[in-house]
């Protein structure tokens, strides 16, 4: 009962309310006719529900007298009861957003969903594309989780389908460049599928697995593979390819090989020192370089067999390139070749040292370091001292040293010049320029003052 007498007063109080707003808008004919009490209080209520012009000119929430409400109310929609003396604003139903149906002819799955997705009711479609995903690449084979991905690339490389084994190469391209990958491809085999590999007859095939093996040859532990599994022979087979791309992955993969001593060692007692010489005169100057690379660093482990091949006088011609790279690579390949003694004979007897003094004035800073480093060991011997003397090799080298030279120049041009100031000739030349020397021990770097250092004892040594 209590409950009942609750709503009763509580609908009461909301139907005087709602009679004082409309008093409040009506005219003043309405308002004495409302007080005569000829109508009823439902008449009353229809006649105020004519809104006025003052009223119609401005929103619900911004009239004079409307309800307020908290932002929970706002959003249950509950409307309070206003004070004495202020109208109540009409009550506005919620409208629910209806999501719109997807147009006809697209193909789309619709997600419903019964709540609007963001702020203005946008809904989420998913929707099927017409393109390839962009990580999938139809050239490559798919990779497998785990660690059956080389071994499912392994299984590809031996298959007989040309496609299979082109794609599975493709996609072992890509992880030799991680050398945990390269690791575990040896250890399941990959090598030996490789090996298999550089006779497929198709080109493709070859050119992407010698890129395979140049990419792992630039890990260590893929350069101590090689050697375990001899693929330094197998590699020699494809020198006379007619793919130059081919031919330059493979010159790759030795240049990297041979940067560790044991592959250099390698190389040389596989007996290819003679096929690269020869090959230095017939390939294109990119694949030239390479050699030259590779030729440098297995020279200083043994250059017998290249002494033999005649390459220094393949190393003369090369001086004369018109590609710098050439001639600096040329003439470092002529200090390697210098280390011996009998290459040093072989220097002087072909006449590369005059040729050698005109390569110091160069423009490029790496041909006049090499030249000057080709020159330090071709004037050990007597013979070297005095073909240097003759070209007039101290002028250009003094002048090295009296200009800003890089770390490599100023070390090679200053141990040049302490040999040929043991020659009496050359000592009687260097004498004025002791100062020179002199200017170097307070140089930075400690190799330059040593030897500056030794310059110096040999210029002034008296018998």
């Known amino acids: 009962m209590r409950k009942r007498s609750w709503f009763t007063s509580c609908s009461k109080r909301l139907m005087e309310a709602l009679q004082r707003s409309s008093s409040c808008s009506m005219s003043p004919t309405e308002r004495s006719s409302m007080r005569g009490g000829s109508e009823s209080g439902n008449c009353a209520l229809q006649a105020s529900a004519k809104p006025t012009e003052s009223t119609m000119a401005r929103p619900a929430h911004l009239r004079r007298g409307a309800a307020r409400r908290s932002p929970a109310q706002r959003r249950r929609g509950v409307l309070t009861v206003p004070g004495p003396g202020r ?21 789309f799955y619709k997600v419903s969903s019964s709540k609007p997705v963001g702020r203005r009711g946008k809904m989420a479609h998913a929707r099927i594309s017409m393109y390839m995903p962009p990580d999938i ?39 030799m460049h991680d050398p945990e990958y390269v690791y575990e491809a040896i250890n399941i085999g990959c090598l030996e599928s490789l090996k298999a590999l550089l006779k497929d007859d198709d080109n493709l ?47 790759q993969a030795y240049k990297h090989l041979a940067q560790l001593p044991e592959g250099a060692q390698g190389i040389v007692t596989s007996g290819l020192i003679s096929f690269l010489v020869r090959k230095l005169q017939k390939e294109e100057l990119h694949i030239q370089e390479i050699i030259l690379d590779t030729l440098a660093l297995c020279l200083q482990e043994d250059a017998t067999e290249a002494l033999n091949s005649q ?26 070749i210098s280390i011996p003694l009998d290459g040093k004979r072989q220097v002087w007897q072909n006449e590369v040292i ?4 005109d390569l110091l004035s160069d423009t490029d800073e790496e041909v006049k370091a090499n030249a000057a480093g080709a020159l330090m060991h071709a004037t050990v011997t007597t013979e070297g001292k005095y073909a240097a003397l003759d070209a007039n090799a101290i002028d250009p080298l003094l002048e090295l040293l009296c200009s800003i030279p890089t770390t490599k120049v100023c070390l090679n041009a200053t141990k040049a010049l302490t040999m ?22 307070t140089h930075k770097n400690e190799a330059i003052r040593r030897a500056a250092e030794v310059a110096i ?3 002034e040594w008296k018998p």
């Not at 532990?221 to 992955?249: P, W, Y």
């Not at 393949?314 to 200090?335: T, V």
């Open 420 to 441: 040929l100031a043991e020659a009496p000739e050359g000592r009687k030349l260097l004498l004025p320029r002791v100062p020179t020397f002199r200017y170097l021990l």
């Open 311 to 336: 390459a220094v006088p393949c190393f003369k011609e090369k001086l004369f390139s018109g590609n710098p790279q050439i001639r600096s690579k040329a003439a470092r390949a002529l200090i390697a």
């Open 137 to 175: 690449d139809p050239t490559k084979a798919a990779i497998a989780y785990g660690c059956r991905a080389l071994r499912k690339l392994n299984e590809e490389l031996q298959s007989e389908d040309l496609l299979t084994r082109q794609k599975a190469v493709m996609a072992l391209c890509d992880l």
């Open 205 to 251: 095939v070859r050119i992407k697995t010698t890129e395979v093996l140049y990419i792992m040859a630039t890990h260590n532990v893929g350069r101590v593979g090689f050697l375990k599994h001899d693929i330094i022979l197998a590699l020699s087979r494809l020198l006379s390819d007619h793919q130059t791309l081919c031919r330059e992955n493979l010159h």
């Open 354 to 357: 005059p040729i050698l003094v």
């Open 87 to 107: 109208p109540a604003p009409p009550m506005i139903p919620r409208l629910r957003r209806r999501t719109m149906p997807a147009p006809r002819g697209r193909s």
């Open 457 to 459: 004892k040999v210029i």
